[in-house]
């Protein structure tokens, strides 16, 4: 066990973890950040997907010791002050969802794609999201939500733009 | 549903001590409306009154209440897993009672507060729970008319019940709910039926409400079973054997037993343990060192084999006299057609959190059936039922494949040993090895037809798979459907979306394409040859015709294919197109499904479930297998047991068609079925070779 210092959402968190211990489970069981989800243990679902410095990263194979320094963003820092992000709006809105336990790992992934590519092609769409499975089968509505998230944030961005 | 999450608190904090009287509710609310369902309905839905033998408890199958500031809250042992009933069955419930939807709370699944109920499985929620919630809420209204009429010293007749208010149009008076509840205590027992309001007039139903909590799901906010905490938790692992069958020769569990914290808990050949943290109890688990014997037992290459071997015979006159009728037939047919085992892998795999305080267990897991797993719990720890509470929060899904309460029960021991909470989350590995599995088949079908088209015998037989979906809707002189049960398959097997039928599907609508083929007719002309069923004919149709059946010829590089087929009340038809590489490598392209279930109660989820069925068959239809030798799983993970993914995912049309003449039926699963056999007859279009065994994509090079 070693002291680690984690900058989540914005604010710092010390915890006591083993070096070697996935980011997952000290976020979702020492954070009760739970947004969070265990899918595989693998990085073969996505369910998992945090922010690490703004990129898209599996937090079930990356250890606590590699992430302690970088900039955390979990899902429940994706909506701020009671308002939703462009992203979980748009899921929200396309209904993108069933049972909606990949649905977090999907928002921020696309938070992620959005971030590079302001107004993704579908095939940017597929080689970004690809890794996040979806057993309920709802991609065409992620995707339309991904594009819908697009849209907004442009529409954000030229309100934003108007106002100076 | 409500976003006042402080009411929501209240009431459950009320709930908490409503237990068998219900009349405490009314006491601890100050008063209000309870209305229940009497065991009428109830016992129409699990036929002699009771369920596997089970008797149903006070005969009541649900109740709702309503309280003095108007909430309703509704109480029912139906669960929540994506297949977005919260929403839909509180939609009835709003039509019938005439409220706001968000006025409307749903508890779900818990085992203390909610009816007995045999589990949520077999399309059987809309059909059966939503026209109960139905009654009470029409008999509910009814009293609340009957209520105001008295104080108002008005003829009921002469009164409107709308938007949660009973309104004197003579007096321009009105009170809420609330208002007529305020003060009172009256329960009413409904039994019979009381007038439902008809489809076309339908306001709240009938229309695209969103996933009632929505928010919750894209904030994370949402608690899954795997989420649960309690004070002073522990995390549990458990010691698996190293196969199928295995008996424990030796273990050495010293090492694991000294890190801090770490309790070993043993009973038998169950080994498993208790950590202050998930990772210690991994590591912990690591460093346990046993050994096992594993009998020798069935891989992939022997599976049909063995089955055809162990099945059980049949009914060998009744399949003579199918093939004496295929003697005289013009063309005759005999085909054998395949499927392998393949897992459900719902997102979050089995997780539960058990907790004992003063004899009394309570847990929360993912389960299908809350009832079934308390059941489960009260027969592994020799305690009443009433003495277990299981919660079942709404979990990341199921497909068929959380009926069962095991990993309820190890959580349940290993909080009993510890005496402190304790949550099991079962890693990816353990749900695609010591869950169950969709079961494996063999199906022969021997068929005769005239030189004009019109099929004159039909034999289906399944080994295994089951028999669902095994009657043909086509019209058949002579036919036989025949299940052959073989008593110890391989592998653990049980439920699964559609379960056999989608097998028999694949089978049939395979078979009917071949059968086209010998007889040199287009598929859908020559089902539509032997089809009266209108409902299944409108399908076939309406898919058809948004696809553009036949317009254009199949060539090598693009085929077409249809399939079609009927069960648990639902109609499908599915038209597929594939392209075919120059590596010889197949992609499915485009799928334009059509569906019919009867009046839709909410057309936005009704076509989320089934583009979703579409997706998730695609899977079984092309690369879904479980590999196994010797008592292993081979493939226990998403990168070797290939599930869809975006790439996967062809364009999707889907047609509903909303037949508000008819009763609701299910429609989580049988969306599935008609998709692998429209994407076979597609490559056969294509490439003229015939795909009889899925998945597909082992016979055929199929691009990722």
């Known amino acids: 066990m070693a002291d680690f210092t984690l900058l989540v959402n914005g604010a710092p968190y010390r915890v006591q973890a083993a070096p070697e211990e996935p980011l997952l489970t000290v976020l979702r069981n020492r954070l009760q950040l739970t947004g969070t989800k265990f899918g595989c243990g693998e990085g073969e679902c996505g369910a998992c997907t945090v922010l690490l410095s703004g990129k898209a990263a599996r937090s079930c194979i990356t250890t606590v010791s590699s992430a302690a320094g970088s900039e955390i963003i979990t899902i429940e820092g994706i909506e701020r002050h009671g308002q939703l992000s462009p992203v979980q709006q748009a899921f929200l809105e ?46 065409p509505r992620i995707l339309a939500a991904i594009h819908r998230a697009s849209a907004i944030m442009a529409q954000k961005k030229g309100a934003d733009h108007a106002r100076g | 549903m409500p976003v006042d999450e402080l009411a929501l608190q209240q009431v459950s904090d009320k709930l908490r001590w409503f237990t068998l009287d219900r009349r405490d509710f009314l006491r601890l609310c100050g008063g209000g409306l309870l209305v229940c369902l009497a065991g009428d309905a109830a016992a129409q839905e699990s036929g002699r ?52 939807f968000h006025s409307i709370t749903m508890v779900m699944g818990d085992t203390d507060l909610v009816p007995w109920d045999a589990g949520t499985f077999g399309s059987r929620t809309t059909p059966t729970m939503g026209p109960q919630l139905r009654s009470m809420a029409a008999a509910a209204r009814q009293l609340l008319v009957e209520a105001a009429a008295q104080r108002w010293k008005a003829a009921p007749a002469t009164l409107i019940a709308t938007n949660g208010k009973v309104t004197n149009p003579g007096s321009g008076l009105s009170l809420t709910y609330g208002e007529i509840t305020h003060g009172e205590k009256l329960t009413q027992t409904v039994s019979g039926d009381p007038a439902l309001t008809p489809a076309p007039d339908w306001k709240i139903a009938g229309t695209p409400v969103p996933k009632a909590n929505g928010r919750d799901f894209v904030t994370g906010r949402h608690q899954y079973p795997s989420d649960i905490a309690r004070p002073g938790m522990l995390y ?23 890190m801090p914290g770490v309790q070993i808990i043993r009973d038998g050949d169950f080994i498993g343990l208790v950590a202050p943290d998930e990772w210690t109890a991994g590591q912990a688990l690591a460093a346990i060192h046993a050994k096992w014997t594993v009998p020798p037992q069935t891989s992939n290459q022997d599976l049909f084999d063995f089955l055809q071997k162990n099945a059980e015979p049949g009914d060998a006159a009744a399949q003579a006299n199918v093939d004496q009728a295929i003697a005289s037939a013009d063309v005759k047919l005999t085909q054998q057609y395949t499927v392998q085992y393949i897992a459900h892998a719902p997102l979050e795999p089995r997780a539960a959190v ?70 099991l989350v079962w890693t990816r590995e353990e749900e695609f090895t010591w869950a169950y599995f969709r079961p494996a088949g063999v199906m022969e079908i021997r068929s005769g037809a005239s030189r004009d088209g019109t099929l004159v015998a039909w034999a ?28 110890e398959p391989p592998l653990r097997q049980g439920s699964y979306r559609a379960l056999a039928a989608t097998a028999n599907h694949f089978a ?76 010889k490598k197949v992609r499915v392209r485009r799928v334009v499904q059509a569906w019919e279930s009867g009046a839709i109660v909410n057309p936005d989820g009704l076509r989320n479930q089934t583009m979703g069925a579409i997706v998730q068959g695609l899977g079984g239809a092309l690369f879904e297998q479980i590999r196994f030798a010797s008592g292993q799983i081979l493939n226990p993970d998403f990168g070797d047991y290939r599930v869809p993914r975006f790439r996967d ?56």
Not at chain 2, 73 to 81: C, D, L, R, Y
Not at chain 2, 243 to 255: E, K, Y
Not at chain 2, 649 to 674: M, W
């Open chain 2, 236 to 258: 549990g692992k458990i010691l698996r054997p190293s196969g199928f069958r295995a008996a424990l020769v030796s273990v050495d569990a010293t090492a694991a037993e000294k």
């Open chain 2, 649 to 704: 995912t062809p364009q999707i049309e889907v047609i509903l068609l909303d037949r508000k003449d008819l009763p609701s039926a299910g429609a989580g699963e049988t969306g599935i079925v008609a998709v692998a056999p429209a994407i076979g007859n597609a490559i056969f279009a294509a490439t003229g070779t015939r795909l009889r065994a899925m998945p597909m994509a082992v016979a055929a090079p199929i691009v990722s």
């Open chain 1, 94 to 139: 396309e209904g993108a969802f069933q049972c909606a336990y990949c649905t977090t790992g999907m928002i921020v992934a696309a938070t992620s794609l959005l971030q590079d590519h302001p107004h993704p092609t579908d095939e940017q769409i597929l080689t970004a999201m690809d890794g996040n499975i979806c057993r309920c089968g709802t991609y």
């Open chain 2, 460 to 487: 289906q037989h399944n080994i295994n798979s089951g028999p669902s979906g095994i009657d043909t809707p086509y019209n058949v002189a002579t036919k036989l459907g025949q299940f052959h049960e073989v008593s």
């Open chain 2, 354 to 423: 058990a907790e004992w305080y003063g004899g009394r267990l309570t847990v929360w897991t993912g389960t299908q059936r809350p009832f079934g797993v308390r059941q489960e719990l009260s027969s592994a720890f020799r305690i009443s039922e009433s003495q277990v509470r299981v919660l079942m929060p709404d979990m990341g899904s199921g497909y068929g494949g959380k009926h069962s309460g095991e990993c309820a029960v190890e959580a349940a021991r290993l909080a009993k040993a510890a005496g402190k909470p304790v949550r």
């Open chain 2, 49 to 100: 009154g009771g369920w596997g033998g089970h008797p149903l408890p006070q005969q009541i199958s649900a109740w709702l209440a309503i309280d003095e500031r108007s909430q309703v809250t509704v109480f029912t042992g139906k669960v929540e897993s994506g297949q977005n009933i919260r929403t839909s069955l509180a939609q009835s419930v709003a039509e019938e009672l005439r409220v706001p």
């Open chain 2, 508 to 583: 049939r609508e395979t078979h009917m394409d071949e059968l086209a083929h010998a007889l040199n007719m287009d598929p859908l002309e020559f089902r539509l040859k032997n089809l009266t069923d209108p409902r299944l004919r409108a399908v076939f149709q309406s898919a058809a015709q948004q696809f553009g059946w036949g317009k254009t010829p199949s060539t090598p590089q693009r085929g077409f294919g249809i399939a079609g087929g009927t069960e648990k009340g639902g109609y499908v038809a599915a038209c597929a197109e594939v392209e075919i590489g120059p590596d």
